[in-house]
Nanobody, 118 residues
Framework: VQLQASGGGLVQAGASLRLSCEAQ????????VGWFRQAPGKQRELVASINGGSGAKYADSVAGRFIISRENARKTVYLQMNSLKPEDTAAYYC?????????????WGQGTQVTVSS
């Protein structure tokens, strides 16, 4: 499955960004899609996920600031990031999980860089 993450950029603290993840798969509507991030020297972490029923989960560090949503007709998942903080700076990746775990059906790709200045 091919994934395309986009929407990153350089913003000031307090600003907002919206990331997009397009997944070219016929089973998009029933799979769980997740947004991950990896800062230099740190492990990749799951920040938000959304299942086929649009149930969402968030990491504690982003809950209340980030909103994940999906548009099945466009095979796209969005991550609306509000009140950005410098500690949100990272490369953001999306991936999919059809029950066998993350990274099994799709490569991680290059991700999209988010840089938040103080």
């Amino acid at each position: 499955v091919q994934l395309q993450a986009s929407g990153g950029g350089l913003v000031q603290a307090g600003a907002s960004l919206r990331l997009s993840c397009e997944a070219q798969t016929s089973i998009f509507s029933i799979i769980t899609v997740g947004w991950f991030r990896q800062a230099p020297g740190k492990q990749r972490e799951l920040v938000a996920s959304i299942n086929g029923g649009s149930g969402a989960k968030y990491a504690d560090s982003v809950a209340g600031r980030f909103i994940i949503s999906r548009e099945n007709a466009r095979k796209t998942v969005y991550l609306q990031m509000n009140s950005l903080k410098p500690e949100d700076t990272a490369a953001y990746y999306c991936n999919i999980n059809a029950g066998g775990g993350w990274g099994k059906l799709a490569n991680w790709g290059q991700g999209t860089q988010v840089t938040v200045s103080s």
